[in-house]
């Protein structure tokens, strides 16, 4: 066995690992956790105060 075998073990073994992070990320399991992440920016849950200039405390 030589480097160049150790190199083709570990392409191999780094496309599996790829396949598996697609696989994971658009598996159905886990669509609802990504659509609540999703709108984690939109989450509003304290109203703004003032004008909304930075600086004013109201």
């Not at 669509?31 to 004008?51: I, R, S, T, V, Y």
């Amino acid at each position: 066995m030589d480097i160049n075998d150790l190199r083709s073990i570990f392409t191999v073994v780094t496309f599996i690992v790829f396949v598996g992070i697609i696989w994971w990320a658009y598996s159905s399991h886990r669509k609802q956790a990504f659509d609540e992440a999703a709108m984690l920016p939109f989450d509003d849950d304290e109203p703004q105060m003032g004008n909304g200039k930075a600086g004013n405390a109201g």
